[in-house]
Structures are given as C-alpha cells and as structure tokens.
C-alpha cells in the first residue's frame, strides 16, 4: 500500500510562488496517476491537477490553469506542484492524492490521500 506524504506549505504574498512536494512510500508509485486536491475552509475539497503514471497526461482545474505545473520524478517516488502567481483564492489544504486514471481523479476516483500540507496567501 502506498503511502503518500506532504510538504512544501507555508505562507506566500500574493504574486509569488511555491512548490509543493509529496513522497510516495512502497514500490509501486508509477503504477498510479498522482493528483492534487484542495480544500479552503468552509468549502469542499477540489480538484487542482493530475498526472497520469508516465508524465504524459496532465489535467487542471480551470482556476489554476496557466499557473499551476504539476510533474512527477518516478525514481524519486515524488509529485509536485509548481505555484506561481499566487492568489488569497489560493489559500487552503493541498492534499497529494493517488488513483489509477489520472482523467478520472478529476472526479475524486482517489484511493489514497496524503494528510494535506497548508498554503496560506497573504495580500
């Protein structure tokens, strides 16, 4: 069983950047599609991005297209996700997710979620 892990939150001004990271425990990370989720307080968790096994694929919520990078380095079990050009809108928990359809994660077919790591944009 896989397990995924977080990191790369904290607290960004509006404009800038960051880039979040999740580790992936076990053996078959590039067996999944990875994504990433978020959830802002008082709203329910959505969609951001997705990456199917290879790299090759990548989906993104409209509100983050054009400023979000989602990538995977399968020999370091890693996903990340690039932010530039922050938003406040951008303030929530991100939560690294794993699925085995990177088309379908973007309808929560996860079966496996980190724990979140949070973002806090500042004006």
């Known amino acids: 069983q896989v397990q995924l892990v977080e990191s790369g939150g904290g607290l960004v001004q509006a404009g800038g950047s960051l880039r979040l990271s999740c580790v992936a425990s076990?053996?078959?990370?590039?067996?999944?599609?990875m994504g990433w989720f978020r959830q802002a307080p008082g709203k329910e968790r959505e969609f951001v991005a997705a990456?199917?096994?290879?790299?090759?694929?990548?989906y993104y919520a409209d509100s983050v297209k054009g400023r979000f990078t989602i990538t995977r380095d399968n020999g370091k079990n890693t996903v990340y996700l690039q932010m530039n050009s922050l938003k406040t809108e951008d303030t929530a928990d991100y939560y690294c997710?794993?699925?085995?359809?990177?088309?379908?994660?973007?309808?929560?077919?996860?079966?496996?979620w980190g724990k979140g790591t949070l973002l806090t944009v500042t004006s």
């Open positions: 997710a794993a699925g085995r359809n990177a088309f379908y994660l973007r309808a929560k077919a996860v079966e496996i």
């Open positions: 076990g053996r078959t990370f590039s067996n999944y599609a």
């Open positions: 990456i199917d096994w290879s790299g090759g694929s990548t």
